[in-house]
């Protein structure tokens, strides 16, 4: 299956005002090297005069499964909540843009990371079953990551000789 984003059935709480001016172009800017961040590490990722798109603490893999990032673009100097679009990534994907071919899958999994998020930011929607300002909110859906990089994936060939 190809790498798509895809609703992974939970909602979140989100900002409860419409304005949208900026929030896409603010999606643009970020790359799949950029939203992983430095060494992995959360925090702002990208920043424009309205908006910023952060990775917040990484999710927990569990077992021998990587963990997930959860990338959120969020209104500047709003309250709580200030997210308007959320989508988790996989870390596998981020440790995938890299060895041969690399360019072809960090194009790809940009692509996907944007329209995810976009995908998010377009389900927002005003409710009466959320929030905490006289019993109204608004919600959002959370979109993932799924499928496989359509650019052949890395091979890693040991230059280990074999022990005799």
Known sequence: MAL??????????????PFREGATETIALLTARGAYGHFGKGGELVSTAHWRVDRQKNIAGS???????????QKNKAGRPSTMACLIVPDVYFFGIDGPAADNRDAELTRIIRHGLNLSLASWK??????????????????????????????????QKPVK
């Open 4 to 17: 798509a984003a895809k609703e992974n059935g939970h909602q979140g709480e989100a900002w409860t005002e």
């Open 63 to 73: 077992g021998d499964a990587p963990g997930k990032s959860n990338l959120q673009l």
């Open 126 to 159: 005003m409710t009466t079953e959320v929030g905490t300002q006289r019993n109204r909110g608004a919600v959002i859906k959370i979109f993932e990551v799924t499928g496989d990089f359509s650019s052949p994936k890395p091979t890693f060939v040991s230059r």
